[in-house]
């Protein structure tokens, strides 16, 4: 069974301090890594892609990735409230398939 | 620039009913899905559609069926409504799947009673 974990929080950051969001995922052939934002009531919207080892830079946002610590993290600088949201990784494996996580509520503190 | 439209967006069904949740993009994407979301579930795919012609059950399809009518539409369609079936819908599509990222719909709350 393939998986994607992710910490469901809620993690609470200070604004203008970097948010860490962190996700492990168990097929180590897997290709490609997404990062969604979903606000409260609201669809889910893509944030950062990511397809090799190393960070991509998007603004604020930093996508991380290490394949071989099966391990891709986000990165928001400078936080601000409007970042409140559910954040939720996205891996696709070997199969093709993409398998969500469920998300980790950030919650920026004024 | 309408993305992808999903229509209703709220529904209530007595448990036993049918309807079908409407779904289309204007993006000319191939791939197009269902996923349900439940609290603490995360989302969960329903069926998808590959290319126009195909379609796949996901990781919970009973009690579902779809159609994907032409590259534009796919349409979801619950046969006899269950309480288990409450749950937020939503449609996604992408032109190259694992390649783009998906756009998802608006999403259909649906509650069963």
């Known amino acids: 069974q393939k998986e994607v974990e992710q910490n469901s929080g809620p993690l609470s950051v200070p604004e203008g301090a970097i948010a860490s969001l962190n996700c492990t995922y168990s097929d180590r052939g897997s290709q490609s890594f997404f990062w969604y934002r979903q606000y409260s009531g609201k669809s889910p919207e893509l944030i950062m892609s990511i397809y090799s080892n190393g960070d991509k830079e998007d603004g604020r946002f930093t996508a991380q990735l290490n394949k071989a610590s099966q391990y891709v993290s986000l990165l928001i600088r400078d936080s601000q409230p409007s970042d409140s949201a559910t954040y939720l990784c996205?891996?696709?494996?070997?199969?093709?398939?993409?398998?969500f996580g469920k998300g980790t509520r950030l919650h920026i503190l004024p | 620039n309408a993305g992808v439209t999903q229509t209703p967006k709220f529904q209530v069904l007595k448990t036993g009913q049918s309807m079908t949740l409407q779904c289309a993009q204007d993006?000319?994407?191939?791939?197009m899905y269902w996923y349900r979301q439940d609290p603490g579930m995360g989302l969960r795919l329903i069926y998808y559609s590959a290319s126009e012609g195909t379609t796949d059950k996901g990781e919970v399809p009973n009690g579902y069926n779809v159609s994907r009518l032409n590259k534009r539409e796919f349409s979801l369609r619950l046969e006899s409504a269950a309480p288990s079936q409450t749950s937020v819908y939503f449609c996604a599509s992408t032109q190259v799947e694992g390649v783009n990222g998906y756009t998802f719909g608006s999403g259909t709350r649906l509650t069963v009673v």
């Open positions: 993006m000319n994407h191939n791939s």
């Open positions: 996205a891996v696709m494996s070997r199969d093709d398939k993409i398998i």
